[in-house]
């Protein structure tokens, strides 16, 4: 089946510092990219759609100058949380579709972001 | 997005079969129902989808009521690895490339596997 990779697997950082996350298909080209994020015992939140060669598309309540997406190549998203706080500490978790398909989509691993 | 309805949590023995139910009786004739878990600490996998006919794969079942109001999802001998969060989405058919074609995760049901 399709992979899709997130680096790191987790990261600490300290309050005001900037994390980036990244995402990539490894073995499909993907036009869109999906960002979420997950609480402790909450279902995933979609954040922001990924397009390739365009602006994101944040969700309503989401700050795009925040949380920073780049979706330079149709295998990498990235996702960079700026100004870190506490309040930001979660589970990130990005999702691919391939091209050419339109059925299954592939989630990468989840990144676990924690602020201190 | 048409909603899904699935209870919070069940409880299965280990070895013995598992039925998660899950309501969406808002289906657009178009809409598929897909199903998708995720195991603790990681993103979610995708575990089978279907439109009308019940449907199987190596993980599990899919029966789909003939009104397609309503959908089961069926693991025919749980291990302790099932324990996870089943999701039940409804998505736009295959092959149209949409890019708006986002997943929206309802609360799922959470699956508990006694050994």
């Known amino acids: 089946g399709a992979v899709v990779s997130q680096h790191p697997s987790w990261v600490i950082c300290k309050s005001g510092t900037s994390v980036k996350i990244e995402c990539r298909s490894l073995d499909f080209q993907a036009t869109t990219m999906f960002w979420y994020r997950q609480f402790p015992k909450q279902s995933l939140m979609l954040m922001a759609t990924s397009n390739e060669g365009s602006k994101a598309t944040y969700e309503q309540g989401v700050e795009k100058d925040k949380f920073l997406i780049n979706h330079a190549s149709l295998t990498l998203s990235t996702l960079t949380v700026t100004s870190a706080h506490p309040e930001d500490s979660s589970f990130y978790i990005c999702?691919?579709?391939?091209?050419?398909?339109?059925?299954?989509?592939?989630f990468g691993q989840g990144t676990r972001l924690t602020v201190v | 997005d048409a909603k899904t309805t699935q209870p919070n949590s069940m409880e299965s023995n280990e070895e013995e079969p598992v039925h998660l139910p899950c309501n969406h009786s808002?289906?657009?004739?178009?809409?598929?129902i897909h199903w998708y878990r995720q195991l603790p600490s990681q993103g979610p996998e995708y575990v089978i989808h279907?439109?009308?006919s019940n449907v199987n794969n190596r993980m599990a079942s899919l029966a789909i009521a003939e009104d397609r109001k309503s959908s089961t999802l069926i693991l025919h001998r749980a291990t302790l690895r099932d324990a996870a969060v089943y999701y039940c989405i409804l998505r736009g058919p295959p092959g149209i490339m949409n890019r708006d074609d986002k997943i929206i995760f309802g609360k799922g049901t959470r699956l508990h596997i006694l050994p």
């Open positions: 999702s691919a579709r391939p091209l050419d398909r339109n059925t299954e989509a592939f």
């Open positions: 279907g439109l009308t």
């Open positions: 808002t289906i657009s004739g178009t809409d598929y």
